[in-house]
């Protein structure tokens, strides 16, 4: 019955999650394509500084965008398009939307994802073994070496891994481990100083075993929820970082389409990073769910 | 752990008091041109060397430091007390406020604020002067890097929404605003202060890059992401190391303030 | 017997080494990179230096301009004749040539070409430049080899404008995938690459017979960051770098002889202008400033041009005179010189014109502090720099600059369509020697006439000269004739300094040791304008031994 009850009541959940992401990202796609448009330079392209185009391809120039002008004509045809699979061509590249999101999102995919793993690999092992061992000396390095990485411009961090040969990911996992270690000290630290722990740990429970019974669950939620805001975090890094290593992958056709003012790319890119920052999102909250539920249930199990 | 909070303090009052005293200390104004010394290596005269134009970049330092150390400080506070007021608040009124705002929240941070930022210049004056400039870049900076935190904030708020201490607090008759600030805030420290602390050095780069949008710190005035940004045409370090100079007093005065922040944070 | 064999084995062996020896390229691939991704791979609509770079190597033409002689010298046409009123062209094609598709090249072809070229829905700035005026153009098919084409109105040096067209097929089904140069497109990776291979059916041959090119392949990278470019180049991994920063040329310069070339001042300039634009939202004091030939010839002064090409380009430029480089070794108008740095003279033409200098800053005669900005374009280092260095000369006459720098997109709007700004500096990459290429810069309706476009009439005595003098320069037959138009223009810019010439910088390049025959010029594409006739010796250029 308790089982039943739960999974009912995360069907629901989920659903709700599921009808407000696909509402936030049609809604993410309006303001995006809003701000696009607003923007300064919308209209403009560098080709009108060509002194060999006479006014007459100058003016084509200009009413190849025409039909973007009203952001609310431009979204609802994108819309219609996008229910048949056309998403649209890139005015800076003259290629199809959908061919170059599907060339392109699998580097970022790697490359993000790959240094997402490290980042938390990298971030999570110095934040526990700060917690475990607590030596100042330790304490300081951890702050010191993750204060460096976060001081150090992205760029520089990308330009680095060319220069040592190193795989980009490595790049993102620097930019990004700075920012999970501090939290996770802190959330750890927090968790930590309960007057429930001092008391475990004064009656002799194995440092292991408070991390693993009392700590985690402590300080869980949290990072859980850090988990799905850190993929924003790589996904913003991996701009610099697919540039400057030649990595073609969305960060890389972000950047292009932002200088160049390319509203149909604009758009799809945001709608795809919307979406997938609320999956992450969603996805974190749904499993803090379950984790109260089962940590209820098993310390109450009368009550759930 | 004494003794590094100790080195802490001195360490940031020496950096402050220098910024201060830039006047008295640099060797030259930081927009003079010695431009029969461009990119020169450190010498008697030029401490770190110059910069392509022949600025001397010890002044520059000195000059910049003012302008992050007191800004970017100021704008990681903002964006933090906006990460408190929506995560925080959010969280501990739970139920469909709380469903709203982190709607609201992940959507903030998929949204491409470039070209609100474009806007942003496009609206100020082209004369606008090198202060205002500043200050309102670092006021957009504070206004724009709240929503990462919010997020987090918002799972912590929540889960201290039902925890006893808070349900017995309830039942002594403390309700609202008060029952926030006296006994839910106090307790998100942990994260406020993760988000003030990477919020510094996150925003003074980001100053830098903005930049490129004409808004940041105009020239000649130096900042420290200006400063940080000579770093991104170096292929090799070895050859003019003096370059990490700002680089490394950045890393050294954000230890510092993390060293300072708070004692619970840093002892278990 | 056995020696009578040998003999025969050994003379067998000979012939086939000599054989194979006649018939083997140098072979291997040149590698360097693409500073954006190419647009377009139709030659016609090409305008970006990517798609330039591809286009140069895969694009056939009729005629092509040495990059080093500056002279034009036949290609696909044996020869050509211009009409003596300059409103047609006759080419006599080579017999033999096919496209890379086996295809036959014919005057059909020309054809085709031309009236796609010319078809007003391309809105390419090719055929762009061959609209001289309202009228179709018209080509006729004299013979299998001989196609005449013919203008609605003269065109003046018409025969150099062939260096842009690439000559497509008119029959082949691969469209512009059949072409008649070097090298063709083998591969493109999307934001990563460019391959090309050699054409096995290109025409040219060396003066032993062999079939050009002698490389097998070229692999352009697609890499905007020019600090990654130098460092792959140190590394071994690119052969060339076809535009190098002046940054990085003595760096080079000092570990690696040989490398790094100058090849002395390029088409280049960079310069700044003032808004004369009537309806511009400047205040009316200001743009009484910017209308006063005596104000924009004091800031002209006031700016050390020596230190900028030393300073911001480490030597490796030169102040600028005006429109045209003295590379430009005929349109270059050798009389005028540049502008030397005279603040003193500067501020007397200031005083002259009422301005006052009280407490270290200028005043205008209203009582109004000089005070302006300058817009430039974000992510240019040596224009960033140079707008730096300007605001510092120019706070010496108590003059106040902002620098403000901008986003692309944000400039363009700002200077072309808003006119939303006071100053601007910005550089013009001329790729084109002749200076009709500059017809839409220097007539006062024109789109890019920079300080004040599209005027209805002229709204000044020297711009009205100027559309006078740049039209009979295009209509004139006599290059002397348009040498005398052109160097008067370039004569009233330098009297009323619409535009303020700043620097030429130099046409800088590195070249791998690994790479023979290579001869940098000044014109575009610097390094790789002979690509035919490029090899690779396998040496490296760096101490560790990159793998080929």
């Known amino acids: ?304 | 752990m004494n003794l590094a909070r100790k080195l802490a303090c001195i360490v940031t009052l020496v950096v402050c008091a220098m910024s201060l005293a830039a006047n008295w200390l640099a060797p030259a104004g930081y927009a003079t041109q010695f431009r029969e010394a461009p990119s020169a290596a450190p010498s008697r005269q030029h401490w770190l060397g110059t910069d392509e134009v022949g600025r001397d970049r010890f002044a520059r330092v000195l000059y910049g430091t003012r302008i992050s150390l007191l800004l970017a400080p100021a704008a990681a506070l903002v964006s933090t007390a906006l990460a408190a007021l929506v995560g925080g608040l959010a969280g501990y009124l739970g139920g469909i406020w709380l469903r709203v705002a982190r709607g609201f929240t992940d959507l903030f941070l998929s949204l491409p604020w470039l070209f609100l930022l474009i806007t942003v210049r496009a609206l100020l004056p082209l004369n606008v002067s090198p202060t205002v400039s500043v200050l309102i870049t670092f006021l957009i900076l504070g206004l724009l890097g709240w929503a990462a935190s919010a997020r987090v904030l918002s799972t912590s708020a929540d889960a201290l929404r039902n925890s006893d201490f808070i349900l017995q607090a309830r039942a002594s008759g403390l309700h609202g605003a008060r029952l926030f600030l006296v006994h839910v805030l106090p307790n998100l420290k942990p994260v406020l202060y993760a988000q003030f602390w990477i919020s510094i050095p996150v925003f003074i780069l980001s100053e830098a890059n903005l930049g490129i949008l004409g808004l940041g710190v105009a020239e000649p005035l130096p900042s420290w992401g200006s400063l940080l940004r000579e770093l991104e045409g170096m292929i090799s370090f070895r050859e003019e190391p003096w370059r990490l100079v700002p680089l490394l007093l950045l890393i050294v005065v954000m230890t510092s303030f993390q060293l300072l922040l708070s004692n619970e944070e840093v002892t278990a | 017997m056995i020696a009578r064999r040998f003999r025969i084995l050994v003379g067998f062996a000979l012939f086939f080494s000599l054989a194979l020896g006649c018939f083997a390229q140098s072979g291997g691939e040149l590698r360097f990179c693409l500073r954006s991704e190419p647009k377009t791979f139709d030659p016609l609509l090409v305008d970006d230096d990517a798609s330039l770079s591809i286009r140069y190597l895969t694009g056939g033409v009729l005629a092509r301009v040495n990059r080093h002689t500056q002279e034009i010298e036949p290609e696909l046409a044996e020869s050509w004749k211009v009409s003596k009123d300059g409103k047609q062209i006759t080419f006599k094609l080579r017999r033999g040539v096919t496209f890379s598709d086996g295809s036959s090249f014919s005057a059909e072809d020309v054809a085709f070409t031309m009236q796609r070229l010319m078809d007003p829905a391309l809105h390419s700035s090719t055929g762009d430049a061959f609209r001289s005026d309202k009228g179709t153009v018209s080509t006729k098919i004299i013979a299998p080899d001989q196609v005449a084409i013919i203008f609605p109105a003269p065109i003046a040096g018409l025969d150099r404008l062939f260096d842009q067209v690439a000559i497509m097929s008119a029959h082949s089904p691969k469209k512009e995938g059949a072409v008649l140069g070097p090298f063709m497109v083998a591969e493109y990776k999307a934001g990563s690459s460019v391959l090309l291979r050699r054409n096995p059916n290109y025409w040219k041959k060396d003066s032993q017979g062999r079939r050009l090119p002698y490389l097998d392949s070229i692999r352009l990278d697609i890499q905007s960051n020019r600090d990654v470019e130098m460092l792959r180049f140190r590394r071994g991994e690119l052969d060339l770098i076809n535009v190098l920063d002046s940054d990085y040329f003595d760096r080079l310069a000092s570990t690696s002889a040989g490398l790094a070339h100058d090849a002395g001042a390029s088409l280049d300039s960079d310069f700044l202008w003032f808004n004369q634009v009537a309806s511009a939202p400047i205040p009316e004091y200001k743009r009484a400033w910017f209308h006063s030939a005596n104000f924009r010839r004091a800031i002209s002064q006031a700016i050390n041009r020596d230190d900028l090409a030393r300073v911001v380009f480490n030597g490796h430029a030169q102040p600028a005179v005006g429109p045209v480089s003295p590379a430009n070794k005929f349109w270059f108008d050798s009389k005028l010189k540049a502008e030397a740095y005279r603040p003193d003279a500067a501020l007397q033409r200031l005083q002259a014109e009422g301005f006052r200098l009280q407490n270290g800053a200028l005043f205008d005669k209203g009582g109004n502090a000089v005070e302006f900005s300058i817009v430039t374009n974000a992510g240019s280092k040596p224009r960033e720099r140079m707008a730096v260095m300007v605001q510092e000369d120019l706070g010496k006459l108590g003059i106040k600059v902002n620098v403000v720098t901008l986003d692309f997109p944000s400039l363009i709007e700002r200077i072309s369509q808003k006119f939303n700004y006071e100053a601007a500096m910005l550089g013009f990459r001329n790729v084109d020697l002749d200076p009709n290429g500059q017809m839409n810069i220097w007539l006062s309706s024109a789109e890019d006439h920079a300080w004040n476009p599209q005027q209805k009439s002229p709204e000044t005595t020297w711009e009205a000269e100027i559309d006078q003098l740049m039209r009979a320069q295009a209509s004139a037959a006599d290059p002397k004739k348009r040498k005398e138009s052109f160097d008067r223009v370039q004569e009233i810019v330098a009297e009323q300094a619409p535009i303020i010439y700043l620097v030429n910088q130099n046409a800088l390049s590195a070249v791998s040791t690994a790479v023979a025959g290579a001869n940098p010029g000044i014109l575009s594409p610097q390094t790789f304008w002979n690509a035919e006739r490029l090899t690779l010796n396998g040496n490296q250029n760096s101490p560790s031994q990159a793998s080929r």
């Not at chain 1, 007057?195 to 019974?213: C, D, M, Q, Y």
């Not at chain 1, 610099?240 to 992958?249: D, K, T």
């Open chain 1, 1 to 304: 019955m308790r089982s039943t009850s739960l999974s009912k009541t995360l069907f629901w959940k989920i659903l709700r999650q599921l009808s407000s992401i696909a509402a936030l990202v049609l809604l993410g796609g309006l303001l995006s394509a809003t701000l696009v448009r607003m923007a300064p330079g919308f209209d403009a392209d560098e080709r009108e500084l060509d002194p060999s185009l006479n006014a007459e391809s100058v003016r084509a120039l200009h009413q190849a965008r025409a039909g973007e002008h009203n952001i609310l004509g431009f979204y609802v045809g994108y819309l219609r398009g996008a229910m048949h699979g056309d998403l649209g061509t890139s005015h800076a590249l003259g290629q199809p939307v959908q061919s170059l999101l599907r060339e392109r999102w699998p580097v970022t995919v790697r490359v993000a994802g790959i240094g997402l793993l490290l980042a938390w690999l990298m971030g999570m092992t110095l934040a526990f073994t700060a917690c475990l061992w607590r030596f100042p000396a330790y304490e300081i390095l951890g702050i010191t070496l993750s204060g460096a990485f976060l001081c150090i411009p992205a760029a520089v961090l990308a330009l680095l891994s060319v220069i040592l040969n190193a795989p980009g990911y490595l790049a993102i996992a620097l930019i990004v481990f700075p920012k999970i270690y501090r939290y996770s000290r802190n959330l750890l630290a927090k968790a930590y100083s309960m007057p429930h722990i001092t008391a475990a740990r004064a009656r002799g429970v194995s440092e292991t075993r408070v991390l693993a019974w009392h700590v985690v669950p402590l300080a869980g939620p949290q990072m859980i929820a850090l988990a799905g805001v850190t993929i924003s975090i790589a996904l913003g890094a991996s701009i610099p970082v697919e540039s400057l290593c030649g990595l073609p992958g969305i960060g890389q056709l972000a950047w292009q389409a932002a200088l160049s003012r390319d509203l149909p790319l604009l758009v799809n890119l945001t709608v795809l990073v919307t979406l997938v920052t609320l999956m992450a999102n969603s996805a974190a909250d749904v499993m803090n769910f379950v984790t109260n539920h089962v940590t209820n249930y098993a310390l109450n199990p009368r009550e759930v």
